[in-house]
């Protein structure tokens, strides 16, 4: 089970977006990096095209290791570390390391 998820909202603990928080647009698991909106901006040179007539620089997203990154609980606000759990029933979930809520 991955630590980090679409729509998880994370914080990244290194680099020039350190601190900041965003939510997580795709995991790319066999690379362990993930797609953060808005955060680790790169600038992309985009040609002129048919349907863009402007072309030139855009701001594109660029993946982030999850390593790091950390999960932003949604219950006690804070980063936090990811725990695993399974129910009873044998599915497995996710808590919060700090307030052992699920996440
Ligand atoms: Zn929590």
Known sequence: MAKIKK???VK???GKD???TGKVLAVFPEKERALVQGLNLVKK???RTKEDQQGG???KES???ISNLMVVCQKCSKPTRIGFSTLSDGTKIRICKKCKELI
């Open 18 to 20: 350190k601190g900041k």
């Open 12 to 14: 990244i603990l290194t």
């Open 57 to 59: 620089v855009i701001q």
């Open 7 to 9: 729509d998880d909202n």
């Open 63 to 65: 993946s982030i290791s």
């Open 45 to 47: 040179h985009m040609r």
